[in-house]
Protein backbone atom coordinates (compact mmCIF):
# COMPACT_ATOMS: atom_id res chain seq x y z
CA UNK A 1 0.00 0.00 0.00
CA UNK A 2 1.24 3.72 -1.37
CA UNK A 3 0.29 6.00 1.43
CA UNK A 4 -1.92 8.46 0.79
CA UNK A 5 -0.75 11.99 0.85
CA UNK A 6 -2.81 14.81 0.28
CA UNK A 7 -1.60 17.08 -3.07
CA UNK A 8 -1.56 20.53 -1.01
CA UNK A 9 0.21 21.80 -3.81
CA UNK A 10 -1.53 20.99 -6.83
CA UNK A 11 -4.88 22.15 -5.11
CA UNK A 12 -3.31 25.54 -4.48
CA UNK A 13 -1.52 26.20 -8.09
CA UNK A 14 -4.83 24.97 -9.56
CA UNK A 15 -7.32 27.44 -7.36
CA UNK A 16 -4.43 30.05 -8.21
CA UNK A 17 -5.02 29.59 -11.63
CA UNK A 18 -8.59 29.23 -11.99
CA UNK A 19 -10.04 31.41 -9.08
CA UNK A 20 -7.19 33.31 -8.27
CA UNK A 21 -8.62 36.95 -9.21
CA UNK A 22 -11.61 36.35 -6.33
CA UNK A 23 -10.88 39.91 -4.32
CA UNK A 24 -11.81 38.43 -0.57
CA UNK A 25 -10.02 35.28 -1.44
CA UNK A 26 -7.05 35.09 0.94
CA UNK A 27 -5.08 31.93 -0.54
CA UNK A 28 -2.26 32.17 1.99
CA UNK A 29 -4.63 31.57 5.17
CA UNK A 30 -6.32 29.21 2.73
CA UNK A 31 -3.83 27.25 1.82
CA UNK A 32 -2.51 27.39 5.71
CA UNK A 33 -5.81 25.89 7.28
CA UNK A 34 -6.10 23.31 4.25
CA UNK A 35 -2.37 22.11 5.14
CA UNK A 36 -3.37 21.72 8.63
CA UNK A 37 -6.73 19.66 7.37
CA UNK A 38 -4.38 17.35 5.44
CA UNK A 39 -2.34 16.26 8.68
CA UNK A 40 -5.64 15.01 10.27
CA UNK A 41 -6.45 13.31 6.78
CA UNK A 42 -3.23 12.00 6.29
CA UNK A 43 -2.32 10.54 9.73
CA UNK A 44 -6.53 9.72 11.02
CA UNK A 45 -8.64 9.34 7.89
CA UNK A 46 -6.72 7.76 5.36
CA UNK A 47 -5.11 4.88 7.52
CA UNK A 48 -9.31 3.86 8.76
CA UNK A 49 -10.05 3.81 4.46
CA UNK A 50 -8.85 0.17 3.65
CA UNK A 51 -10.11 -1.31 7.27
CA UNK A 52 -13.87 0.65 6.93
CA UNK A 53 -13.51 -1.17 3.09
CA UNK A 54 -13.07 -4.85 4.80
CA UNK A 55 -15.20 -4.38 7.53
CA UNK A 56 -18.02 -2.58 6.24
CA UNK A 57 -21.32 -1.28 8.24
CA UNK A 58 -23.52 -3.69 10.28
CA UNK A 59 -27.04 -3.63 11.25
CA UNK A 60 -27.69 -4.75 15.05
CA UNK A 61 -30.84 -4.26 16.60
CA UNK A 62 -31.71 -2.09 14.27
CA UNK A 63 -28.98 0.52 14.27
CA UNK A 64 -25.87 0.81 12.48
CA UNK A 65 -22.82 0.18 13.20
CA UNK A 66 -19.43 2.17 11.95
CA UNK A 67 -16.37 -0.01 11.53
CA UNK A 68 -13.65 -0.42 13.95
CA UNK A 69 -12.14 3.16 14.24
CA UNK A 70 -14.53 5.41 12.24
CA UNK A 71 -16.12 6.75 15.77
CA UNK A 72 -12.80 8.15 17.14
CA UNK A 73 -11.43 9.64 13.86
CA UNK A 74 -14.82 11.51 13.47
CA UNK A 75 -14.53 12.51 16.68
CA UNK A 76 -11.18 14.49 15.87
CA UNK A 77 -12.54 15.75 13.00
CA UNK A 78 -15.49 17.36 14.76
CA UNK A 79 -13.55 18.74 18.17
CA UNK A 80 -11.19 20.02 15.01
CA UNK A 81 -14.13 22.19 13.54
CA UNK A 82 -14.25 20.97 10.17
CA UNK A 83 -17.99 20.05 10.41
CA UNK A 84 -18.76 23.68 10.06
CA UNK A 85 -16.27 25.48 7.78
CA UNK A 86 -18.43 27.70 5.64
CA UNK A 87 -21.06 28.31 8.28
CA UNK A 88 -21.61 31.29 10.06
CA UNK A 89 -19.43 32.58 13.25
CA UNK A 90 -22.67 33.00 15.11
CA UNK A 91 -24.30 29.79 14.62
CA UNK A 92 -20.64 28.16 15.72
CA UNK A 93 -19.15 27.97 12.51
CA UNK A 94 -15.92 28.92 10.96
CA UNK A 95 -17.42 31.74 8.16
CA UNK A 96 -14.84 30.08 5.56
CA UNK A 97 -14.64 30.43 1.71
CA UNK A 98 -16.12 27.28 -0.63
CA UNK A 99 -12.75 27.49 -2.23
CA UNK A 100 -11.26 26.50 1.21
CA UNK A 101 -14.01 24.15 1.93
CA UNK A 102 -13.53 22.25 -1.70
CA UNK A 103 -10.01 21.83 -0.64
CA UNK A 104 -11.30 20.45 2.45
CA UNK A 105 -13.46 18.35 1.11
CA UNK A 106 -11.45 17.12 -1.90
CA UNK A 107 -8.42 15.54 0.29
CA UNK A 108 -11.20 14.41 2.99
CA UNK A 109 -12.68 12.23 -0.32
CA UNK A 110 -9.01 11.40 -1.33
CA UNK A 111 -8.14 10.15 2.65
CA UNK A 112 -11.39 8.28 2.87
CA UNK A 113 -14.47 8.48 0.41
CA UNK A 114 -16.97 6.31 2.84
CA UNK A 115 -16.34 8.46 5.91
CA UNK A 116 -16.59 12.02 3.88
CA UNK A 117 -19.97 10.67 2.36
CA UNK A 118 -21.37 9.95 5.87
CA UNK A 119 -20.47 13.59 7.49
CA UNK A 120 -20.25 15.54 4.08
CA UNK A 121 -23.91 16.30 3.84
CA UNK A 122 -23.45 18.55 6.78
CA UNK A 123 -22.71 21.56 4.80
CA UNK A 124 -25.55 21.25 2.45
CA UNK A 125 -27.90 21.25 5.06
CA UNK A 126 -26.94 24.58 6.87
CA UNK A 127 -27.31 25.96 3.59
CA UNK A 128 -31.10 24.41 3.15
CA UNK A 129 -31.26 26.04 6.71
CA UNK A 130 -29.89 29.51 6.10
CA UNK A 131 -32.09 29.38 3.04
CA UNK A 132 -35.20 28.68 3.80
CA UNK A 133 -35.44 27.99 7.52
CA UNK A 134 -36.58 29.91 10.14
CA UNK A 135 -33.99 31.63 12.54
CA UNK A 136 -35.40 29.40 15.17
CA UNK A 137 -34.76 26.34 13.13
CA UNK A 138 -30.90 27.91 12.14
CA UNK A 139 -30.52 28.82 16.00
CA UNK A 140 -31.93 25.21 17.18
CA UNK A 141 -30.51 22.56 14.32
CA UNK A 142 -27.38 24.28 13.09
CA UNK A 143 -25.55 24.57 15.74
CA UNK A 144 -25.68 21.15 16.16
CA UNK A 145 -24.34 20.13 13.06
CA UNK A 146 -21.31 22.62 13.46
CA UNK A 147 -19.74 21.49 16.61
CA UNK A 148 -20.18 17.23 15.03
CA UNK A 149 -22.95 16.94 17.90
CA UNK A 150 -25.25 15.89 14.67
CA UNK A 151 -24.84 14.53 11.61
CA UNK A 152 -27.57 14.99 8.62
CA UNK A 153 -29.20 12.97 6.20
CA UNK A 154 -30.73 14.10 2.50
CA UNK A 155 -33.86 11.62 2.28
CA UNK A 156 -35.20 11.76 -1.94
CA UNK A 157 -34.89 8.56 -3.21
CA UNK A 158 -38.21 5.93 -2.94
CA UNK A 159 -38.24 2.38 -4.70
CA UNK A 160 -39.71 3.62 -8.11
CA UNK A 161 -39.34 7.03 -7.65
CA UNK A 162 -35.54 8.07 -8.13
CA UNK A 163 -34.60 10.66 -10.59
CA UNK A 164 -38.61 10.78 -10.86
CA UNK A 165 -38.65 12.48 -8.08
CA UNK A 166 -42.61 13.85 -9.24
CA UNK A 167 -43.67 9.52 -7.90
CA UNK A 168 -42.70 10.24 -4.63
CA UNK A 169 -45.52 8.36 -1.93
CA UNK A 170 -44.17 9.26 1.04
CA UNK A 171 -46.86 11.17 2.69
CA UNK A 172 -46.46 14.15 5.10
CA UNK A 173 -49.85 15.27 7.50
CA UNK A 174 -50.19 18.59 9.38
CA UNK A 175 -52.08 16.90 12.55
CA UNK A 176 -52.63 20.09 14.13
CA UNK A 177 -50.14 19.40 16.94
CA UNK A 178 -47.32 19.15 13.95
CA UNK A 179 -46.42 17.19 10.96
CA UNK A 180 -45.83 13.45 10.60
CA UNK A 181 -43.82 11.85 8.34
CA UNK A 182 -44.95 7.76 7.10
CA UNK A 183 -43.59 5.95 4.41
CA UNK A 184 -40.32 4.64 2.90
CA UNK A 185 -36.93 6.03 1.72
CA UNK A 186 -34.16 3.80 0.31
CA UNK A 187 -30.51 4.80 -0.56
CA UNK A 188 -30.13 6.91 2.24
CA UNK A 189 -26.55 7.77 2.84
CA UNK A 190 -25.49 8.02 6.78
CA UNK A 191 -29.00 7.16 7.68
CA UNK A 192 -27.86 5.81 10.98
CA UNK A 193 -24.33 5.73 12.94
CA UNK A 194 -23.09 5.27 15.43
CA UNK A 195 -20.70 8.50 15.57
CA UNK A 196 -22.99 11.09 16.25
CA UNK A 197 -25.56 11.65 19.06
CA UNK A 198 -27.84 12.62 16.90
CA UNK A 199 -29.20 13.24 12.73
CA UNK A 200 -30.82 15.57 11.02
CA UNK A 201 -32.62 14.00 8.19
CA UNK A 202 -34.19 16.10 5.35
CA UNK A 203 -37.01 14.46 3.83
CA UNK A 204 -38.65 15.10 0.88
CA UNK A 205 -42.44 13.71 1.19
CA UNK A 206 -45.95 14.51 -0.31
CA UNK A 207 -48.29 17.42 1.28
CA UNK A 208 -50.62 17.63 -2.00
CA UNK A 209 -52.67 15.18 -3.64
CA UNK A 210 -51.71 11.44 -5.08
CA UNK A 211 -51.11 13.36 -8.51
CA UNK A 212 -49.87 16.64 -8.05
CA UNK A 213 -46.14 16.07 -9.04
CA UNK A 214 -43.11 17.08 -7.51
CA UNK A 215 -45.67 20.90 -6.87
CA UNK A 216 -47.03 18.34 -4.26
CA UNK A 217 -43.94 18.22 -2.48
CA UNK A 218 -42.69 19.85 0.60
CA UNK A 219 -39.29 19.38 2.70
CA UNK A 220 -39.49 18.76 5.89
CA UNK A 221 -36.88 18.48 9.06
CA UNK A 222 -37.03 14.96 11.06
CA UNK A 223 -34.59 15.01 14.09
CA UNK A 224 -34.09 11.31 14.81
CA UNK A 225 -34.58 12.17 18.45
CA UNK A 226 -36.50 14.79 20.72
CA UNK A 227 -35.28 15.63 24.03
CA UNK A 228 -33.82 11.91 24.49
CA UNK A 229 -36.92 10.22 23.08
CA UNK A 230 -36.15 8.06 19.88
CA UNK A 231 -38.33 9.74 16.47
CA UNK A 232 -40.21 7.00 14.95
CA UNK A 233 -37.64 6.46 12.51
CA UNK A 234 -35.94 2.90 11.93
CA UNK A 235 -33.34 1.45 9.34
CA UNK A 236 -34.71 -1.78 8.47
CA UNK A 237 -31.84 -2.59 5.68
CA UNK A 238 -28.12 -1.58 4.87
CA UNK A 239 -27.57 -2.05 1.05
CA UNK A 240 -24.47 -4.52 0.16
CA UNK A 241 -22.98 -2.34 -2.67
CA UNK A 242 -20.03 -2.76 -4.72
CA UNK A 243 -17.71 0.14 -2.70
CA UNK A 244 -18.35 2.48 -0.11
CA UNK A 245 -18.65 -0.12 2.05
CA UNK A 246 -17.89 1.89 5.07
CA UNK A 247 -20.85 4.09 4.37
CA UNK A 248 -23.88 2.51 5.48
CA UNK A 249 -26.35 3.40 2.43
CA UNK A 250 -29.76 2.68 3.99
CA UNK A 251 -33.51 1.74 4.14
CA UNK A 252 -35.47 3.87 5.72
CA UNK A 253 -39.09 3.81 7.84
CA UNK A 254 -40.41 6.35 8.62
CA UNK A 255 -43.81 5.28 10.86
CA UNK A 256 -45.58 8.79 12.13
CA UNK A 257 -42.12 10.02 12.79
CA UNK A 258 -42.57 13.92 13.94
CA UNK A 259 -41.28 16.21 11.42
CA UNK A 260 -41.67 20.27 10.74
CA UNK A 261 -41.90 21.92 7.73
CA UNK A 262 -39.16 23.82 6.38
CA UNK A 263 -39.52 26.80 3.91
CA UNK A 264 -42.69 26.70 2.03
CA UNK A 265 -45.74 23.79 1.82
CA UNK A 266 -45.26 22.90 -1.98
CA UNK A 267 -41.87 24.00 -2.09
CA UNK A 268 -39.64 21.19 -0.85
CA UNK A 269 -37.94 21.18 -4.48
CA UNK A 270 -36.65 24.45 -4.53
CA UNK A 271 -35.83 23.97 -0.98
CA UNK A 272 -34.12 20.28 -1.34
CA UNK A 273 -32.17 21.84 -4.66
CA UNK A 274 -30.03 24.07 -2.13
CA UNK A 275 -28.63 21.23 -0.32
CA UNK A 276 -28.70 18.85 -4.19
CA UNK A 277 -26.59 21.47 -5.71
CA UNK A 278 -24.00 21.52 -3.13
CA UNK A 279 -23.65 17.83 -3.09
CA UNK A 280 -23.24 17.66 -6.76
CA UNK A 281 -20.22 20.06 -7.02
CA UNK A 282 -18.59 18.38 -3.52
CA UNK A 283 -19.36 14.86 -5.96
CA UNK A 284 -17.66 16.55 -9.07
CA UNK A 285 -14.98 16.73 -5.70
CA UNK A 286 -15.29 12.90 -5.18
CA UNK A 287 -14.36 12.46 -8.55
CA UNK A 288 -11.15 14.61 -8.49
CA UNK A 289 -9.87 13.21 -5.58
CA UNK A 290 -10.44 9.43 -7.01
CA UNK A 291 -8.84 10.41 -10.44
CA UNK A 292 -5.64 12.05 -8.17
CA UNK A 293 -5.17 9.36 -5.92
CA UNK A 294 -5.19 6.76 -8.97
CA UNK A 295 -2.56 9.07 -10.70
CA UNK A 296 -0.50 9.15 -7.47
CA UNK A 297 -0.43 5.64 -6.63
CA UNK A 298 0.39 4.47 -10.64
CA UNK A 299 2.92 7.05 -10.87
CA UNK A 300 4.60 5.84 -7.70
CA UNK A 301 4.47 1.88 -8.73
CA UNK A 302 5.09 2.86 -11.98
CA UNK A 303 8.60 4.72 -10.85
CA UNK A 304 9.97 1.59 -9.11
CA UNK A 305 9.04 -1.36 -10.88
CA UNK A 306 11.34 -2.75 -13.13
CA UNK A 307 9.98 -4.53 -15.75
CA UNK A 308 11.63 -5.27 -19.31
CA UNK A 309 14.17 -3.37 -21.01
CA UNK A 310 14.91 -0.14 -22.35
CA UNK A 311 16.07 0.01 -26.30
CA UNK A 312 20.23 0.33 -24.99
CA UNK A 313 19.61 -3.22 -22.98
CA UNK A 314 19.73 -1.00 -20.04
CA UNK A 315 17.51 -2.15 -17.33
CA UNK A 316 13.84 -0.30 -16.95
CA UNK A 317 10.92 0.52 -14.98
CA UNK A 318 7.31 0.45 -15.99
CA UNK A 319 7.11 4.58 -16.33
CA UNK A 320 10.04 4.13 -19.30
CA UNK A 321 8.09 2.26 -21.63
CA UNK A 322 5.66 4.41 -23.74
CA UNK A 323 2.57 2.74 -23.46
CA UNK A 324 2.99 2.91 -19.53
CA UNK A 325 3.80 7.05 -20.46
CA UNK A 326 0.45 7.17 -22.47
CA UNK A 327 -1.72 6.30 -19.76
CA UNK A 328 -0.11 8.30 -16.80
CA UNK A 329 0.01 11.35 -19.14
CA UNK A 330 -3.96 10.55 -19.49
CA UNK A 331 -4.23 10.33 -15.68
CA UNK A 332 -2.94 13.75 -14.94
CA UNK A 333 -4.47 15.57 -17.61
CA UNK A 334 -7.61 14.06 -16.21
CA UNK A 335 -6.51 15.16 -12.71
CA UNK A 336 -6.01 18.69 -13.74
CA UNK A 337 -8.99 18.96 -16.21
CA UNK A 338 -11.29 18.13 -13.69
CA UNK A 339 -9.89 19.93 -10.75
CA UNK A 340 -9.54 23.54 -12.53
CA UNK A 341 -13.14 22.65 -13.97
CA UNK A 342 -14.37 22.11 -10.52
CA UNK A 343 -12.52 25.54 -9.37
CA UNK A 344 -13.70 27.66 -12.17
CA UNK A 345 -17.50 26.61 -11.15
CA UNK A 346 -16.56 27.05 -7.63
CA UNK A 347 -15.01 30.72 -8.35
CA UNK A 348 -18.35 31.29 -10.13
CA UNK A 349 -20.48 30.40 -7.18
CA UNK A 350 -18.20 32.54 -4.80
CA UNK A 351 -18.86 35.56 -7.24
CA UNK A 352 -23.02 35.13 -7.50
CA UNK A 353 -23.06 37.19 -10.28
CA UNK A 354 -24.11 34.62 -13.45
CA UNK A 355 -26.39 32.01 -12.03
CA UNK A 356 -27.17 30.44 -15.68
CA UNK A 357 -23.76 29.90 -16.21
CA UNK A 358 -23.22 28.44 -12.77
CA UNK A 359 -26.06 25.75 -13.20
CA UNK A 360 -24.26 24.72 -16.57
CA UNK A 361 -20.78 24.54 -15.30
CA UNK A 362 -22.52 23.03 -12.10
CA UNK A 363 -23.68 19.67 -14.20
CA UNK A 364 -20.53 20.10 -16.60
CA UNK A 365 -18.27 19.53 -13.81
CA UNK A 366 -20.22 16.80 -12.33
CA UNK A 367 -20.13 14.98 -15.43
CA UNK A 368 -16.67 15.32 -16.52
CA UNK A 369 -15.15 14.92 -13.04
CA UNK A 370 -16.71 11.93 -11.89
CA UNK A 371 -16.08 10.39 -15.42
CA UNK A 372 -12.10 11.67 -14.63
CA UNK A 373 -12.30 9.25 -11.37
CA UNK A 374 -13.70 6.41 -13.10
CA UNK A 375 -11.31 6.47 -16.03
CA UNK A 376 -8.28 7.10 -14.14
CA UNK A 377 -8.88 4.22 -11.75
CA UNK A 378 -9.07 1.99 -14.46
CA UNK A 379 -6.03 3.02 -16.28
CA UNK A 380 -4.64 2.96 -13.00
CA UNK A 381 -5.48 -0.80 -13.01
CA UNK A 382 -3.94 -0.92 -16.01
CA UNK A 383 -0.74 0.48 -15.26
CA UNK A 384 -0.21 -2.13 -12.59
CA UNK A 385 -1.26 -4.62 -13.81
CA UNK A 386 -2.71 -7.82 -11.80
CA UNK A 387 -1.12 -5.91 -8.85
CA UNK A 388 -3.88 -3.54 -10.15
CA UNK A 389 -6.67 -6.36 -10.00
CA UNK A 390 -5.62 -6.97 -5.91
CA UNK A 391 -6.49 -5.31 -3.06
CA UNK A 392 -2.66 -4.77 -1.79
CA UNK A 393 -2.36 -1.07 -4.00
CA UNK A 394 -5.80 -0.52 -2.71
CA UNK A 395 -6.12 0.65 -6.98
CA UNK A 396 -9.65 -1.97 -6.64
CA UNK A 397 -11.15 -0.17 -4.37
CA UNK A 398 -10.45 3.27 -5.52
CA UNK A 399 -12.19 2.21 -8.79
CA UNK A 400 -15.15 0.51 -6.46
CA UNK A 401 -15.58 3.52 -4.81
CA UNK A 402 -14.92 5.84 -7.81
CA UNK A 403 -18.11 4.49 -9.95
CA UNK A 404 -21.08 5.22 -8.45
CA UNK A 405 -19.97 8.96 -8.36
CA UNK A 406 -21.22 9.16 -12.04
CA UNK A 407 -24.60 8.09 -11.21
CA UNK A 408 -25.88 9.43 -7.30
CA UNK A 409 -26.76 13.13 -7.26
CA UNK A 410 -28.02 13.02 -10.66
CA UNK A 411 -26.76 10.35 -12.81
CA UNK A 412 -24.40 11.77 -15.56
CA UNK A 413 -27.19 11.28 -18.19
CA UNK A 414 -29.99 13.58 -16.61
CA UNK A 415 -26.94 15.91 -16.39
CA UNK A 416 -25.87 16.00 -19.95
CA UNK A 417 -29.80 16.43 -20.38
CA UNK A 418 -29.84 19.54 -18.16
CA UNK A 419 -26.98 21.24 -19.91
CA UNK A 420 -28.53 20.92 -23.31
CA UNK A 421 -32.36 21.70 -21.95
CA UNK A 422 -32.47 23.95 -19.19
CA UNK A 423 -28.48 24.76 -19.49
CA UNK A 424 -28.56 26.48 -22.88
CA UNK A 425 -32.27 27.94 -22.26
CA UNK A 426 -32.39 29.07 -18.86
CA UNK A 427 -32.44 33.54 -19.05
CA UNK A 428 -32.97 33.18 -22.88
CA UNK A 429 -29.91 31.23 -23.16
CA UNK A 430 -27.61 33.21 -20.88
CA UNK A 431 -25.24 30.22 -19.94
CA UNK A 432 -24.29 30.77 -23.96
CA UNK A 433 -22.36 33.50 -24.49
CA UNK A 434 -21.29 33.71 -20.59
CA UNK A 435 -19.65 30.01 -21.25
CA UNK A 436 -18.17 31.52 -24.46
CA UNK A 437 -16.64 34.88 -22.63
CA UNK A 438 -14.92 32.23 -20.07
CA UNK A 439 -13.23 30.08 -22.27
CA UNK A 440 -11.99 33.61 -24.04
CA UNK A 441 -10.93 34.80 -20.36
CA UNK A 442 -9.26 31.63 -19.89
CA UNK A 443 -6.79 31.88 -23.17
CA UNK A 444 -7.55 35.09 -25.05
CA UNK A 445 -4.81 34.46 -27.13
CA UNK A 446 -5.14 30.87 -28.68
CA UNK A 447 -6.73 31.16 -32.28
CA UNK A 448 -7.44 27.18 -31.83
CA UNK A 449 -9.73 27.51 -29.00
CA UNK A 450 -11.34 30.52 -30.36
CA UNK A 451 -12.15 28.50 -33.28
CA UNK A 452 -13.36 25.91 -31.39
CA UNK A 453 -14.95 28.09 -29.16
CA UNK A 454 -17.39 29.96 -31.86
CA UNK A 455 -18.45 26.37 -33.37
CA UNK A 456 -19.36 25.27 -29.76
CA UNK A 457 -21.77 28.83 -29.78
CA UNK A 458 -23.40 27.86 -33.11
CA UNK A 459 -24.11 24.41 -32.10
CA UNK A 460 -25.40 25.82 -28.48
CA UNK A 461 -28.03 28.20 -30.30
CA UNK A 462 -28.80 25.04 -32.49
CA UNK A 463 -29.81 22.83 -29.80
CA UNK A 464 -31.33 25.58 -27.70
CA UNK A 465 -33.88 26.08 -30.67
CA UNK A 466 -34.74 21.85 -30.91
CA UNK A 467 -37.66 20.30 -29.50
CA UNK A 468 -36.16 17.31 -28.45
CA UNK A 469 -32.23 17.26 -27.87
CA UNK A 470 -32.20 13.62 -25.77
CA UNK A 471 -30.00 11.67 -28.68
CA UNK A 472 -28.04 14.53 -28.83
CA UNK A 473 -27.68 15.81 -25.21
CA UNK A 474 -24.38 13.15 -24.42
CA UNK A 475 -22.36 13.93 -27.09
CA UNK A 476 -22.39 17.83 -26.97
CA UNK A 477 -21.88 17.44 -22.65
CA UNK A 478 -19.09 15.72 -23.73
CA UNK A 479 -17.74 17.96 -26.17
CA UNK A 480 -18.57 20.90 -24.02
CA UNK A 481 -16.48 19.33 -21.46
CA UNK A 482 -13.37 18.85 -24.29
CA UNK A 483 -13.54 22.78 -25.42
CA UNK A 484 -13.50 23.70 -21.79
CA UNK A 485 -10.21 21.67 -20.95
CA UNK A 486 -8.77 22.48 -24.33
CA UNK A 487 -8.85 26.05 -22.69
CA UNK A 488 -8.27 24.61 -19.12
CA UNK A 489 -4.74 23.72 -20.59
CA UNK A 490 -4.06 26.83 -22.56
CA UNK A 491 -4.13 28.63 -19.31
CA UNK A 492 -2.20 25.96 -17.76
CA UNK A 493 0.58 26.43 -20.61
CA UNK A 494 0.45 30.39 -19.93
CA UNK A 495 0.66 30.47 -16.69
CA UNK A 496 3.45 27.25 -16.34
CA UNK A 497 1.50 24.81 -14.80
Not at 307 to 332: F, K, T, Y
Not at 371 to 387: E, F, K, P, S, T
Not at 441 to 457: E, F, V
Amino acid sequence: MIPFQAPVDDIFHSLRSFAGDLPDWDAELSEEIVRHFASLAEGVLAPLNATGDRQGCRLENGRVRMPDGFGTGYAELAAGGWQGLTAPDALGGQALDHLTAAAVSEIFSGANHALQMVTGLVPGAISTLLAHGTRDQQERFIPRLTSGEWLSTMCLTEAGAGSDLGRIRTRAEDTGHGWTIEGQKIFISGGDQDMSQGILHLVLARTGAADSGVKGLSLFLCPSEAEGVRNKVSVTRIEEKMGLHASPTCQMEFDGAAAELIGTEGGGLAAMFTMMNHARIDVALQGVAHAARAYAIARAYAAERRQGRAPDGSAAVLSDHPDIQRMLGEQADLVHTARAMCHIALAEIERGERPELIELLTSLSKIHATNAGIRAADLGIQILGGYGYLEEYGMSQIWRDARITSIYEGTNGIHALTIATRGLRLGHGAAIDQFAELLARLAPNDDGLAQAANSWRVRAHALAECSDVRAEAHDFALDTAAVLSKAIRSRMRAVGG
